[in-house]
């Protein structure tokens, strides 16, 4: 005998048959899952001739939230219509609710206009109103929802005042998370730990970290996600002492850190913090989590210990998409393109993880450092044959790589092939002309750049490439007016990347005291990146005197460089001031600066060998 039957059986069995016996089984049936049973107990009730009131009708509405019962739910609907129990609270919440669950919101909030209109809603209603236009994204007419609550005088519940709160998270509603941070402490709330999270997390999105340290120190229990969101508050703001500390503390007060605690720390954390959290990972048996075994790959990679990160990686059991690109990560960004290149074909052909465009991306940078055309291509094939032809951030980085491999026209037919450009795409290919020396074409992509309107303005990267552009060509005229353009139409306040391609332009033209003026008047130091593009166009030209100014500051920054030395000598040597030429050798000699190996990459035909070569003897080591 089934359950429908038994129920049934016990509802045969009663004396009193009414409607209450009915809500009873009714309501046990939804209570314990049973949402079929419900149904047809609902169905047999009403072919019974018994009369259904709000009670019933807000139990059989409340598994009706699904798409598959909906239609269902609309039959109920419109007997709760019918029998004239739409004006009871108990049925409109209930019809509010299912019509949020199944994903129809402007069902639901036109139920709950018409019962405001008669003054029939309550506490639940505002509630089930603001959690579902929260869960639909309609997020500024649950903040509006919430102020009329208010006005209505109804308090909110802890789970509605949680919503709310992940509302303003955007520094544009700062206002409105006060208000909200005011009912709490107006309704006696503060001591609950889930809101003074929702708070502590709000005030750190705001930058506010000093009312979420001290939402934070009044609140007498904390829990894990407390001191999670006060870590995170800290590093999301540089702030690594503040939240190493408060890491510290949480030790003492007897927390145990989770797997995001010990994420967040490794974002800010120095290379000793990072091998103590290694080692408190392995105590607290997390390693083997793939989310911190990647946060700990990223750590050691960024602090240039790739090897202990690539040891955590080739000890993972699970590895996910993430796992392969922080490793790639690591390897572009400690300079270990092959050990790249091999981990991607790795990747590729024994991973079940299908790459995405971030680890093309990766990729496709590492081929452009070392000018591996042949791998580029190949890894530009398979972008083609994975339908990712249309990601612009490949499209980009396709455009940089065929440029950096010496292949112009490839760079260009990728600017024209692609459907939609942004302003990275833009800068590409302004610096791919610079690159080859097209300055011309690069101040044309520039200007046709312009005419797109403000959403791709030029930004100082921009400008950048297409001065380094104008310098390379040797367009003084040119760069100098798109110089003032940066900074009177544009209003972009140059840094030192632009005054540093505005002055290699005037050294390339032999303007060096032109130069040397411009550096005088600039608004910051000049760096050693301008003083070596002095130097390097003193060599050049000949500048004697200006050259002794840059090579002097550059003798105090980097003593140890011989490439200074060397550079200041010739520039004696090439106007006859042998004496200075010389005792230049001597320094360099006396200060043990020498000079570093290079390093080559070339691409035979299935592989890519790496040359040393040694300055003395310019042989392969």
């Known amino acids: 005998m089934g359950l429908i039957e038994r129920a049934y059986e016990l509802l045969e069995r009663s004396c009193q048959r009414d409607v209450t016996v009915w809500n009873a089984v009714i309501t046990g049936c939804v209570e314990n899952g049973h949402g079929n049973i419900a149904v047809d107990m609902f169905i047999r009730m009403h072919r019974d001739g018994v009369k259904h009131d709000n009670y019933t009708f807000a139990s059989v509405l409340s598994m009706c939230g699904a798409s598959e019962r909906l239609g269902f739910g609309r039959q109920v609907h419109s007997l709760v219509v019918q029998t004239g129990y739409v004006v009871m609270v108990s049925a409109v919440n209930a019809l509010v609710t299912m019509y949020f669950n199944c994903g129809l919101s402007n069902d639901a909030c036109e139920i709950f206009q018409k019962a405001k209109a008669v003054i029939i809603c309550n506490q639940v209603t505002y509630n089930a109103m603001i959690s579902g236009l929260v869960n639909q994204g309609r997020d500024m007419e649950a903040v509006i929802m919430f102020l009329e609550m208010r006005e209505a005088c109804f308090e909110p519940t802890e789970a509605t005042l949680v919503s709310v709160f992940s509302l303003c998270m955007d520094g544009k509603m700062v206002n409105i998370g006060r208000q909200v941070h005011g009912v709490v402490i107006e309704m006696g709330f503060e001591a609950w730990t889930s809101l003074s999270n929702a708070v502590i997390t709000m005030y750190s999105n705001y930058g506010d970290l000093g009312s979420a340290c001290r939402v934070f120190e009044i609140l007498q229990e904390k829990d894990i996600i407390s001191w999670n969101s006060m870590i995170v508050g800290y590093a999301e703001r540089s702030d690594f002492m503040s939240a190493i500390t408060t890491y510290l503390q949480m030790q003492i007060a007897g927390m145990q850190p989770d797997d995001f605690t010990v994420c967040s720390l490794l974002t800010c954390s120095e290379l000793r913090m990072s091998q103590n959290i290694h080692g408190l990972v392995s105590k607290n048996g997390l390693k083997l989590n793939p989310e911190v075994c990647n946060a700990l790959i990223s750590a050691f990679s960024k602090h240039g210990e790739f090897e202990h990160a690539y040891k955590i990686f080739r000890e993972m059991t699970v590895r996910n998409l993430i796992s392969w690109n922080s490793i790639l990560s690591g390897c572009a960004f400690n300079g270990l393109p092959l050990r790249g290149l091999e981990i991607f074909r790795n990747c590729t052909m024994s991973s079940s993880e299908e790459p995405d465009t971030y680890t093309l991306s990766i990729v496709l940078s590492i081929c452009s450092n070392i000018s591996a055309i042949r791998t580029g291509k190949q890894v530009h094939g398979y972008i083609l044959r994975s339908g990712f032809g249309s990601e612009i951030p490949l499209g980009n980085a396709l455009i940089t790589m065929y440029a950096k491999c010496g292949v112009l026209e490839w760079s260009s037919k990728i600017f024209d092939l692609m459907t939609e450009r942004n302003k990275v795409s833009w800068n590409a290919m302004i610096s791919a002309y610079g690159q080859h020396g097209e300055g011309i074409k690069a101040v044309e992509c520039f200007e046709a750049m312009k005419e797109l309107g403000s959403a791709l303005d030029p930004d100082k990267a921009t400008f950048s490439a297409v001065l380094s552009a104008c310098s390379h060509a040797g367009l003084v005229d040119e760069g100098c007016r798109i110089f003032s353009l940066m900074v009177e139409e544009y209003c972009v306040e140059p840094g030192m990347e632009q005054y540093s391609c505005i002055i290699d332009l005037l050294g390339r033209s032999r303007k060096l005291d032109e130069a040397e003026r411009l550096i005088n008047t600039m608004p910051f130091k000049a760096d050693s990146s301008i003083w070596w593009t002095v130097l390097?166009?003193?060599?050049?030209?000949?500048?004697?005197?200006?050259?002794?100014?840059?090579?002097?500051?550059?003798?105090?920054?980097?003593?140890?460089?011989?490439?200074?030395?060397?550079?200041?000598?010739?520039?004696?040597?090439?106007?006859?001031?042998?004496?200075?030429?010389?005792?230049?050798?001597?320094?360099?000699?006396r200060n043990g600066a020498t000079k570093q190996r290079g390093c080559s990459w070339i691409e035979p035909q299935n592989s890519i060998n790496t040359l040393l070569f040694d300055e003395a003897t310019r042989t392969e080591c």
Request: charge should be negative; charged fraction near 20%; include cysteine.
């Open 536 to 589: 390097s166009a003193c060599k050049a030209h000949g500048n004697v005197r200006v050259g002794k100014i840059a090579a002097d500051f550059l003798l105090d920054t980097e003593p140890n460089n011989p490439t200074v030395y060397v550079l200041l000598s010739s520039i004696y040597a090439a106007d006859g001031q042998w004496e200075e030429a010389a005792s230049i050798r001597e320094l360099m000699v």
